[in-house]
């Protein structure tokens, strides 16, 4: 008996292979039917395939762009109270 071992390099895969564009178009769709609360099947499908890496990628997106917002605290006083006044941020004392 002769056994060879075929082993495969894991690579990760790129944003575009784990979520086409093609299926994040097709999901952004408006749709009456899905409009009215129906879902295909087909989308159903493809939301159970792809949604949480739709999620996991938008969630890592959000923590990048808040780790990179200023804190309120640094941001200068005229525009802390500008933010304040919108809601943004709590008023500073």
């Known amino acids: 008996m002769i056994t060879t071992s075929t082993t495969t390099p894991e690579t990760s895969l790129t944003r575009q292979e784990m979520v086409p564009d093609t299926i994040l178009r097709e999901l952004a769709e408006g749709d009456p039917m899905r409009a009215m609360g129906t879902i ?24 990048a762009a808040e780790a990179q917002a200023p804190a309120p605290s640094r941001l200068p006083s005229f525009l802390r109270r500008a933010a304040a006044w919108i809601g943004a941020v709590p008023a500073a004392a």
């Not at 295909?40 to 923590?63: D, V």
């Open 40 to 63: 295909s099947e087909e989308h159903q499908a493809m939301l159970a395939m792809y949604l949480p890496e739709i999620c996991g990628e938008l969630l890592a997106h959000r923590r």
